[in-house]
Structures are given as C-alpha cells and as structure tokens.
C-alpha cells in the first residue's frame, strides 16, 4: 500500500510544480509516454504499438488511482483517460494514414522515401536514378 500512496503522491507533486491543471498534465505526459513507446520500441510513431503503450500506461495510472482513493471516481476517471489518450490516438491514426499513403499511392508527387528512426529508408520507395553528366 505504501507504494500506491508513493505513487499518488508524486504524480500530485508532479501537476503541482506544473502550476497546470491535472487535465493539462495528461495530455503531455501521454504525449510522452507515446514519444518514449515509439522510441523504446522502435516502431514508427503511426504504429499502434506506441499508442498501447499510452492505453496501458493510463489504464494503469487510474487503477493506481482507485486503490489509493478505495472507488472509482468516474468523471475523473474518464477526464484523464480522454486528456491522456486524445492526442496519441489522432497522431496514431493521422500518421498511419500518411504512411500508407506514401507507401500505397504509386506516382505520387507527394510521395517521398520515408526513413525510419534507424536511418534505414523504406523498400517501397526505389532509389532515384543516377544521372549522367554530358
């Protein structure tokens, strides 16, 4: 029980050195966690397995939250659910969106070769030509 009350109190003393309402807080440390997911997993950013991340992360911070308090507090329960998840979900999908766009759409003048946090460019894009010179 100690470390549930460990827990509650710094995410408290987090929202209070924000000088930011707990709402506000939400939605950056979901952007956050959805930012390190991407990195620690190494699937791009419109890859739902950063946006698991969040949904877990969150899930688990409001169960946190109901041991702490002994109930569920369901307006706040959902409030920071949707601060938290709003954004990651929209980039998830818009980015998503893009990229199989750039993937699927053949002869697109937008289309560009996407290159993946390794540096490493994707196979569906081919190399441009080479050019002679004279």
Do not use: C
């Not at 997993?41 to 946190?64: H, K």
């Amino acid at each position: 029980m100690r470390l549930i009350a460990d827990y509650h109190h710094w995410t408290g003393w987090i929202v209070h050195i924000s000088g930011q309402t707990d709402k506000f807080v939400h939605v950056q440390v979901g952007l956050i966690i959805w930012l390190v997911g991407a990195a620690i997993t190494g699937r791009r950013l419109g890859s739902f397995v950063p946006l698991g991340v969040v949904l877990l992360a969150e899930i688990g911070n409001e169960i946190l939250d109901r041991l702490y308090y002994g109930n569920w507090n369901w307006p706040d329960t959902i409030g920071d659910a949707a601060s938290t998840w709003a954004w990651p979900i929209v980039l998830t999908i818009v980015l998503a969106i893009d990229h199989r766009r750039r993937k699927w759409w053949p002869g697109s003048a937008l289309r560009q070769p996407v290159v993946t946090l390794r540096g490493e460019q994707d196979d569906a894009t081919p190399p441009a030509p080479a050019r002679s010179v004279g």
